[in-house]
């Protein structure tokens, strides 16, 4: 056995060699010819790579068959930009580190990505799979404490192993089979989340409108056209009570010691985006009772709804779980005695589309204001049946997290069992020929 550079911490077979990926492959990079020129941008027919189109791919194995965004042969003719030739292998380098593809065409890339033509010594093929293979190596050259790069003269140094031809094409071949396989049951997984996710969303929306106990009668809901008999309609203002909060003055050093009051802020709403808890009873951030008595803010009590309304976090809605502050990027209602904090809650998250659809403001940051707030018309049943409602909610999200945490644990263990296929296959650790593919989990 021959032992790979240190960095692999591997050994391939006493027949196989190691070498400079530079010596056995042409490399290159892309460019971004300047938008300054339009005419640069008039007749675009040649496809220009960039890393949205490798981001949304099902396999990053498939060749890479077409683009997005095109560029133009002047535009190529007057910038440092190439056209690669097909069965280039491209790997981005820089913000989306990682993503990589094989070119199913002749195409360009941007600046963003650093490019290998094999020569005769190696197979495309497999030196995608390399390069796959290689995804702890890459992670350890990234360079960068908010957008991650490797730099060139390090992609310029790495070493490959570099079997026979002929066992590339065998390997290639092997690998070319079984990650589809896998590839496949991972789909197939991910389409059975989307579809208890869906499950999940319609059971919600049947209880939350009544739509499963019977008749029904319409309403002038824009978000609801039908609940249940005997439903009422009713502004939220006169079933709770609204509120917000504020953020202590930040120059006042006195009022930010002794922090010890939770404080709902967007950094919170991280927890609680997919909807998978319906209450917080810590908050990331805390304020001071000195910070709380000298600004605007106030305490509101345990079971107190809240939504996010600004910025990337509009539209999120959580109960709180203890008495807390929040912040002025929050609104609240405190349930009155005919509203279920529960039951608000679900309505709250079956809103979400019409909230940020028609009420969110901004093109940029979405803020949703309170005087539209204020305007907004529940459909609610009596008290017990609100109840009721809320615990089958709660049981139904505990078995679709359940299924959904099964499911996902299935899919990371393809996913390492896929990555250490393709290491194994790479080095040489076992006989392609030979192998068997019945331990593929299905």
Request: net charge negative; glycine share 6%; with cysteine.
């Amino acid at each position: 056995m021959t032992t790979l550079p240190e960095a692999w911490s591997r050994t391939v077979p006493a027949d196989w060699d190691w070498t400079r990926l530079k010596y056995v492959a042409a490399v290159g990079t892309g460019h971004t010819p300047d938008r300054a020129k339009p005419e640069y941008w008039v007749d675009c027919t040649i496809p220009w790579v960039t890393a949205a189109d490798l981001s949304k791919r099902k396999s990053a194995f498939e060749p890479l068959l077409g683009t997005e965004q095109h560029v133009s042969e002047i535009g190529v003719a007057n910038s440092a930009a190439v056209v690669h030739p097909s069965h280039t292998v491209m790997f981005c380098r820089t913000a989306s580190v990682g993503l990589f593809c094989i070119t199913g065409a002749p195409m360009a890339t941007t600046q963003a990505f650093v490019t290998w033509a094999a020569t005769k010594r190696l197979d495309p093929r497999y030196l995608l799979y390399t390069i796959a293979a290689m995804k702890s190596e890459f992670d350890r050259l990234a360079y960068g404490s908010t957008h991650l790069t490797i730099y060139m003269p390090d992609l310029e140094a790495l070493d490959v192993p570099l079997p026979p031809v002929d066992e590339q094409r065998r390997i290639a071949d092997f690998l070319d089979e079984h990650i589809s396989r896998i590839d496949r049951i991972i789909d197939a997984r991910s389409r059975s989340l989307a579809l208890l996710e869906s499950t999940r969303a319609s059971a919600a929306r049947n209880a939350l409108l009544g739509l499963d106990s019977g008749a029904t009668v319409e309403t002038t809901l824009p978000w609801a056209e039908r609940v249940g008999e005997g439903w009422t309609v009713r502004r939220l203002s006169h079933l709770a009570r609204m509120g917000t909060g504020h953020t202590p003055s930040r120059s006042n050093a006195e009022y930010w010691i002794d922090c010890s009051l939770p404080w709902l802020t967007t950094s919170d709403v991280y927890r609680f985006r997919r909807d998978d808890i319906t209450t917080l009873s810590e908050t990331v951030l805390t304020i001071s009772q000195t910070g709380l008595e000298n600004s605007a803010a106030v305490m509101h009590p345990a079971q107190t709804v809240a939504l996010s309304r600004t910025s990337g976090s509009a539209g999120f809605a959580i109960i709180m779980g203890a008495p807390m502050a929040t912040s002025q990027d929050f609104v609240t209602w405190t349930c009155g005695g005919d509203l279920a904090p529960r039951f608000l809650l679900g309505l709250l998250r079956l809103m979400r589309p019409y909230l940020l659809g028609h009420l969110a403001m901004g093109s940029t940051h979405k803020t949703i204001y309170f005087p539209d707030l204020q305007d907004i018309a529940v459909p609610i049943p009596g008290l017990d049946q609100q109840r009721a409602i809320g615990s089958a909610l709660n049981e139904l999200d505990m078995r679709t997290i359940s299924h959904v945490g099964a499911v996902q644990r299935h899919i990371e263990l393809l996913r390492e069992y896929k990555q250490s296929l393709i290491t194994a296959a790479v080095i040489g650790e076992f006989d392609v020929t030979t192998a068997s593919t019945r331990s593929v989990p299905a």
